[in-house]
T-cell receptor, first 114, second 111 residues
Framework: DGGITQSPKYLFRKEGQNVTLSCEQN?????MYWYRQDPGQGLRLIYYSQIVNDFQKGDIAEGYSVSREKKESFPLTVTSAQKNPTAFYLCASSILGRTGFGYTFGSGTRLTVV | EDQVTQSPEALRLQEGESSSLNCSYT??????LFWYRQDPGKGPEFLFTLYSAGEEKEKERLKATLTKKESFLHITAPKPEDSATYLCAVAQETSGSRLTFGEGTQLTVNP
């Protein structure tokens, strides 16, 4: 079955560490997105990419980095510069030019700073 | 700046008690309005897309409607399995494929 796979499901980070969240899709979707979800704050866009080797900052990109070397993969690195990284991270994908289909989301990664 | 506001933040219903969730939006050039359902600890699941004022979409006990300023998600005779957070999002004509999400309404349906 086609879908988006996020791993790991749970991740613990020590102060000063960089960690990378994985996102892989086999839907042949063009665009991929990373959102952060905090309680009571909805989803906020971190980065998105509409084509391989290109990506754009979202509303809260500081302290995060991404790459898009393959169409299927869009990993997110949470750097030590992100001061409050504890959150639920969601990856999504979509078909460009097909607005009506909306996004397909992964099952999320819950990151906790210890 | 695009704004999406959902109300209420939380809603408790008895099984069979119909109600509506609201999504108010401020967007210059709406390209689409989306409703998603999110269960705890999971990613959102796509429900509907609405494009223009007057449009309606239905799925089982859910019906979404759209005006020029807001959208409603009507839930008819809800069941406990309808308990979830319902998210609204908008796409603007000049924002490419980006969606702006509201903060969601947490719905609890008691048996």
């Amino acid at each position: 079955d086609g879908g988006i796979t996020q791993s790991p499901k749970y991740l613990f980070r020590k102060e000063g560490q960089n960690v990378t969240l994985s996102c892989e899709q086999n839907l042949n979707h063009d665009a991929m997105y990373w959102y952060r979800q905090d309680p009571g704050q909805g989803l906020r866009l971190i980065y998105y990419s509409q084509i391989v080797n290109d990506f754009q900052k979202g509303d809260i990109a500081e302290g995060y980095s991404v790459s898009r070397e393959k169409k299927e993969s869009f990993p997110l690195t949470v750097t030590s510069a992100q001061k409050n990284p504890t959150a639920f991270y969601l990856c999504a994908s979509s078909i460009l030019g097909r607005t009506g289909f909306g996004y397909t989301f992964g099952s999320g990664t819950r990151l906790t700073v210890v | 700046e695009d704004q999406v506001t959902q109300s209420p933040e939380a809603l408790r219903l008895q099984e069979g008690e119909s109600s509506s969730l609201n999504c108010s939006y401020t967007v210059s050039g709406l390209r689409g309005l989306f409703w998603y359902r999110q269960d705890p600890g999971k990613g959102p699941e796509f429900l509907f897309t609405l494009y223009s004022a007057g449009e309606e979409k239905e799925k089982e006990r859910l019906k979404a409607t759209l005006t020029k300023k807001e959208s409603f998600l009507h839930i008819t005779a809800p069941k406990p399995e309808d308990s979830a957070t319902y998210l609204c999002a908008v796409a603007q004509e000049t924002s490419g494929s980006r969606l702006t999400f509201g903060e969601g309404t947490q719905l609890t349906v008691n048996p």
